[in-house]
């Protein structure tokens, strides 16, 4: 399956439909770095996701953690190292890195864990148009089944004023771009373990209407889909 079957916005909608084996990384599929994906505003990521605790943090879509963004599920509860999980499917949290000019990554943590079903419909929403409505340094919503995820910040406050502004002193506001190639079902970490359908990359951060919209319309027509995106 080449590229042109992901379903960025600018690819049309043809959706991604593919399953993922995990840490051997097969089928995971490689997009490269058109500037299109090389969002460093407003930008919101959606996908169907079903998940395989495996043990291992994985990434269903990655671009790049230190640049415009990736999303890693992690492995249930965390290590002192942040690394180590259990195989526990209701521990599973969601997490979305990225990090400004200076290459320092911030990142959103989900405070639940992610529902255990047959589908999951998740959404990242990063969101600089209104950033005063999120916490300094975030900038980011988690929705998932079209509803809001309850989302903290990894990094505190006195790491943010230290290590997230930018050279006048203000907060970024905006991601860095980088040529890291983005890939659905790989990245930093190990391969997603599961089913990733109806990828959708959007330069800009749809309403809650459009997330919940989007969220009960797999299977749905691409006129119908389409139809979200509008509200």
């Keep these: 399956m080449g590229s042109s079957g992901i379903n960025a916005e600018y690819m049309g909608s043809s959706g991604i439909n593919a399953e993922y084996m995990g840490s051997s990384g097969i089928n995971a599929e490689y997009m490269g770095s058109p500037p299109e994906l090389q969002i460093t505003g407003d930008m919101t990521i959606a996908m169907f996701v079903t998940h395989v605790n495996d043990g291992n943090r994985q990434n269903p879509y990655a671009k790049a953690y230190n640049g415009e963004g990736t999303i890693t599920i992690e492995a249930g509860t965390e290590g002192e190292d942040g690394e180590t999980g259990t195989t526990d499917d209701e521990n599973s949290t969601l997490s979305f890195y990225w990090a400004g000019e200076n290459s320092q990554y911030c990142c959103a943590k989900a405070?639940?864990?992610?529902?255990?079903?047959?589908?999951?419909?998740?959404?990242?929403?990063?969101?600089?148009?209104?950033?005063?409505?999120?916490e300094r340094g975030l900038a980011s919503k988690f929705y998932v089944n079209g509803e809001y995820f309850p989302t903290t910040n990894c990094r505190d406050q006195e790491w943010a004023d230290t290590n997230f502004r930018d050279a006048d002193g203000n907060y970024f506001a905006?991601?860095?771009?980088?040529?890291?190639?983005?890939?659905?079902?790989?990245?930093?970490?190990?391969?997603?373990?599961?089913?990733?359908?109806d990828l959708r990359v959007y330069s800009r951060a749809l309403s809650a209407e459009a997330i919940a919209c989007y969220a009960g319309k797999r299977g749905a027509t691409d006129a119908e889909r389409a139809a979200c995106a509008r509200m």
């Design 111 to 134: 405070l639940q864990a992610l529902p255990h079903g047959p589908w999951t419909h998740i959404a990242i929403v990063r969101d600089f148009t209104n950033f005063a409505d999120f």
């Design 174 to 197: 905006q991601a860095r771009a980088t040529e890291d190639a983005a890939t659905v079902g790989s990245g930093y970490v190990s391969s997603h373990h599961g089913n990733i359908e």
